[in-house]
């Protein structure tokens, strides 16, 4: 359960808000639907509220509208029309895991998912998953690409370990850059797998001929087919998930000397709990030079993924849907470029653990605002249900985001945002972040966000901050703590290290 709650609201208050003085803006009204009171919109709609679910692999919040240095003019676009969440985050920054918590709407420790392998179901045989629910209220539910777990690359193209009782259709694309694996890629980690690898190509194929390019067509398909029906469809691209495939004119947006690196000097390297790194050693032992690279086909992935959300999000105005469609933006989690010396995720850094997240409803009557708020994916199944005008589906362990629609800067949200890994559990606020390895065995961290966003000076045996541990740590999520595997474990099926230490 969420131990945040056992605070008295002052606390909690002082706590979440940190730097809460941010002026925000206007809050967005929306429009209600069918079933529930009206929220301040000027219309109502009688049709059912579809939901257009996209979500990106591996995407940290690096949208031009996040201040990024890479161009997303069409994610942009959307973040216009909608709310932005400046402070959203992953409840398990790994693929699976992640994916599981909030398509169940529950917790790691609910789930008990916390590798690649072990299905949710194991746990929770009888959940209804987010896109179950709105199947088992009527909805066409359909699925494009990636959703729930998929092994990047191993899986493309075959589905993977999907819960068929979730999907009314399901289409699995596969593209030219599933065939690059057999000699065209560029790998500068040789020896780790493509799961893992820091791979990239610049590739001569067009857009529509990459599993993504064909993501987005069948996405555009789908929405022909059933769009004189209710429908839940997820839309799930698979990159910047490495290997970085993408047509080369993407690459050429982004000249390597104009690229900056994570320059992090030997010393504060060294001051990184071995606990807190996700590889070894730093930067893959990639040299600056090789470092740009990765940075330019990430960014150049990412430019390839928003021009095919592009095409969807143009299909669904094109097809008279925009005034009954939720449109969603996410992603599963971020994704370190060489910060702290590393370049994964399934870690308990800021730029691990935040996602960027987009939602935009029909009739919201202030679009374009951000909300400093820290929220959680896990709080996406009980928005959705709510918006629709579903009921509410009471084994959720999230919270519905509908306030923050309302009004970005709404001052009674204080919920933090839980995140953990296996033998590590961190909890955000808006000001700090809090981190404990094996109950602060393997060390704590503690950054102060409001004068160090990069963390680099961990304040967590300072005593001069012991009451701010004090209270951190009461929040940090419930539940046995798992060790931490230490040798090197490499899956086969998922084509993905499972835990790269040296």
Known sequence: MMN??????????????GVSTMALGIGAGLAAP??????????RTERPMNVLFIIADDMAARLGSYGAPVRTPNLDRLASQGVSFDRAYAQFPWCGPSRASFLTGTRPDTTRVMDLATPFRQALPDIKTLPQYFKDQGYYSGRIGKIFHQGVPGDI???????????????????????AENGALINMTPGIPYGSAMAYLADDGADEEQTDGKVATAAIDMLKANKDKPFFIGV????????????????????????RIADETPEALAKVLPAAKAWTPDHFGMNPDEQRRMIQAYSAATSFMDAQVGRVLASLKELGLEDNTIVVFTSDHGFMLGEHGQWMK??????????PLIVRTPGMRKAGTRSARTVELLDLYPTLTSLAGLPHYDRNQGQSLEPLLTDPADPTWTKPALSQVRGGRSVRTERWRYTEWEEGGQGRELYDHQSDPG???NLAQDPAYAATVAELKALLPAGPVEKRPKAVSYDPIRDCLVRPLS
């Open 4 to 17: 945040w709650r056992r605070l008295g609201k002052s606390s909690v208050v002082a706590l979440a808000l």
């Open 34 to 43: 069918p079933t529930t009171a009206n929220a301040g919109t000027a219309t």
């Open 157 to 179: 193209g075959l589905g993977g370990p999907d819960d068929t009782q979730s999907w009314t259709e399901v289409v699995n694309p596969r593209g030219r850059d599933k065939d």
């Open 236 to 259: 799930g691209f698979y990159r910047p998930h490495v290997p970085e495939v993408a047509p080369k004119k993407y690459f050429d947006m982004y000249p390597l000397e104009t690229i």
């Open 346 to 355: 399934n870690i308990l850094w800021e730029d691990s653990a935040r996602v």
């Open 455 to 457: 963390e680099h000076r």
